[in-house]
Nanobody, 122 residues
Framework: QVQLVESGGGLVQPGGSLRLSCAAS????????MGWYRQAPGKERELVALISSIDMTKYEDHVKGRFTISRDNAKKTVYLQMNSLKPEDTAVYYC????????????????WGQGTQVTVSS
């Protein structure tokens, strides 16, 4: 069974920084794209950043230059370094990964973490 577990959310003042982590565990053969989405109250879930298995990255326009996504393949972990945080960054942040589990015939599946709250407020 594959699961993603996030950590690192919390309350931070505007202009501050947070680092989110998301570790994958279970019977994993390989991990393709990993990423972060967020959902603010009353809004749809939106993409924040993606990183491929060869470290190609993509960012949503509003976080470019402030957020950095990275991964450690040995630890099966994806990170999101968030700097210069703004109140509008307040949301539940979800990690996602496209994973090929062992023993399932080579198929891949999209897995999601449980979400971690990030609140930016003075």
């Amino acid at each position: 069974q594959v699961q993603l577990v996030e950590s690192g959310g919390g309350l931070v003042q505007p202009g501050g920084s947070l680092r989110l982590s998301c570790a994958a565990s279970g019977n994993i053969f390989s991990i393709n794209d990993m990423g972060w989405y967020r959902q603010a109250p009353g809004k749809e879930r939106e993409l924040v950043a993606l990183i491929s298995s060869i470290d190609m990255t993509k960012y949503e326009d509003h976080v470019k230059g402030r957020f950095t996504i990275s991964r450690d393949n040995a630890k099966k972990t994806v990170y999101l370094q968030m700097n210069s945080l703004k109140p509008e960054d307040t949301a539940v942040y979800y990690c996602t990964a496209n994973i090929r589990p062992r023993y399932l015939g080579g198929r891949t599946f999209d897995y999601w973490g449980q979400g971690t709250q990030v609140t930016v407020s003075s």
